[in-house]
């Protein structure tokens, strides 16, 4: 039947869990206003993320979820998930309790969760209510099964429009349900009733939104490679449309002039913008998911922000400018910093609405690594609570300062360990460590004095250096000609070895046959 599914244990979960760490230390947020800056499928996903990997934060973020999915959703998986990590939560501390300092938590918690299924009050302070799973279940069961018939109707009469519409109503109601299976069949199946540009992208989008949820990452990819390319083609349905209503306009009024087919695309220009944008961050998070930092900075550099351009089902604007702030601080050097991130007039406007990527981008360009760092150490613990940049945060932080540390030492001959160690706010034995590591890669050309406590460029005399390079070339060049060389005296002594010919290949290049046996005497005597 449509309506059975398996159950859908989550996106996110193969890929970004395992490599998170537990946060032990309470986290600075103000986890409401966090949560209400996003809705639908992906605000419930992000804060199940953050319950599992900040125990400080785990009543709280069960409690809005269990609220909004209760409230604004049909997904009782999601619903019966809170009250599951809630037995498992109760089992962990009694078994705790029982055995000291043992973390084995039975596998099978069927008699917590039994007990939270009767009403028993639980440490979020909220109760199992199976009259909505009833009552949800029965409201989804009818709202498919209308949908399905109007579907059917419609397939029946061959309305291209209207199965276009069904499915993609489909769609949404699977997703408001948490079944993202089902979600992800129906919208490609309006792939194939769209007749106009703007509908093949926004089924490009709803694809992209289910791909991202599940984490099919090459799915992302294709569809927003085809969303582009749609978007870079006209729009033959819109200008039949706008010619049409410019004559109607036209001969309403009595006039000669005929109208302008622009005025569409004109309506059509935020609705673009904001698909652009869209495309983009997903192109991003393609890049950020593979470690592809240098990429995913530049995608997400072309969404703009405007009024309704960056209505985004993944991320805010807030969460934009903490991707490109760490994304392009562990890749772009300072020129690229200044004129792609702080010159950027479309990304000015989105690093307005975060002031503290402002002072850590500020920092960095302006050398003050002490502050820099400083400041990217506060934030960190909140870029462990996102659910796409959480698994990234810890190699592209190491990223960071190790970038700080080679361009500290960039313009001096020698530089000071002491000063150095408090730039960087840490001992001169640590110091020396991570100096050690950058010298065995090349990231630094420099040895280090442990007696003087120095760091030491090493002298490279650029004529010798030119010298030696200028040799180099002239002696690969004079291999390559003899190389040359004897390549044409074998061709012409015949050693040199011929593919053999196709048997298929033959017969096109084989001569006729009065070629092969030589020309007539006739042909002789004309040709003299």
């Known amino acids: 039947m449509m309506g059975e599914i398996a159950v859908n244990t989550g996106p996110f979960v193969s890929e970004y869990q395992r490599s998170n760490q537990i946060m032990q230390n309470p986290v600075a947020i103000d986890l409401s206003a966090y949560a209400a800056n996003y809705s639908g499928y992906i605000k419930y996903q992000r804060l199940f993320f953050i319950a599992e990997n900040c125990p400080a934060l785990k009543y709280e973020a069960l409690k809005l979820a269990h609220d909004y999915i209760k409230k604004f959703t049909l997904d009782t998986e999601a619903y019966n998930r809170i009250f599951e990590t809630l037995a498992s939560q109760n089992i962990t501390d009694d078994t705790t309790e029982t055995n000291g300092s043992s973390n084995d938590v039975p596998a099978n918690p069927t008699g917590a969760v039994q007990s939270v299924s009767k009403g028993s009050l639980n440490g979020a302070g909220f109760v199992y209510d199976p009259a909505w799973i009833q009552k949800t279940c029965s409201d989804a069961t009818h709202q498919r099964e209308l949908l399905e018939t109007e579907l059917k109707n419609a397939k029946a009469n061959f309305i291209k429009e209207y199965i276009r519409k069904g499915s993609v109503k489909l769609g949404h109601l699977y997703l408001n349900m948490g079944q993202l299976d089902n979600a992800m069949k129906y919208y490609m199946c309006s792939k194939d009733y769209c007749t106009a540009r703007k509908q093949d992208i926004n089924m490009c989008l709803n694809v992209i939104k289910i791909a991202v949820y599940r984490g099919m990452w090459s799915h992302v990819s294709a569809f927003v490679t085809r969303a582009e390319n749609l978007s870079d083609e006209p729009d033959p349905s819109a200008r039949k449309s706008s010619t049409s209503e410019a004559e109607i ?20 220009a935020p609705a673009t913008a904001s698909a652009k944008s869209q495309l983009a961050i997903a192109a991003g998070l393609v890049k950020l998911a593979s470690s592809n930092y240098r990429d995913a900075a530049l995608c997400f550099l072309q969404a703009h922000y405007d009024e309704n351009a960056l209505e985004n089902d993944f991320i805010t604007p807030s969460d934009l400018a903490f991707y490109v702030t760490l994304c392009s601080l562990a890749t772009f050097d300072r020129a690229e910093l200044k004129s792609q991130v702080l010159s950027s007039p479309s990304f000015r406007l989105i690093l307005e609405s975060e ?5 850590i981008l500020n920092a960095f360009h302006q050398a003050n690594y002490a502050a820099c760092l400083g400041a990217l150490a506060k934030v960190q613990d909140l870029f462990r609570l996102d659910i796409f940049l959480s698994g990234h945060v810890s190699h592209l932080c190491h990223a960071i300062r190790l970038k700080a540390m080679c361009q500290y030492f960039t313009p001096y001959l020698t530089a000071d360990l002491n000063m150095m160690a408090r730039a960087f706010a840490t001992t001169v034995a640590e110091l ?17 004095d442990s007696h003087r406590q120095l760091l030491c460029a090493l002298n490279v005399d650029q004529r010798c250096s030119t010298f030696a390079n200028a040799i180099r070339i002239a002696d690969e060049c004079h291999l390559r000609c003899q190389a040359a060389i004897l390549r044409s005296n074998l061709i012409r002594h015949g050693l040199a070895a011929k593919q053999p010919i196709p048997y298929e290949m033959r017969a096109m290049i084989q001569p006729p046959a009065r070629w092969r046996g030589g020309l007539s005497r006739a042909e002789q005597s004309e040709t003299v």
């Open 355 to 359: 002031v503290q990527c402002c002072e």
């Open 432 to 448: 020396e460590n991570e100096l050690a590591k950058l010298i065995q890669d090349g990231s630094i050309k420099a040895r280090i």
């Open 249 to 268: 306009r036209t001969s309403n009024q009595g006039s000669i002039t005929t109208g302008s087919p622009s005025s569409a695309g004109a309506l059509n």
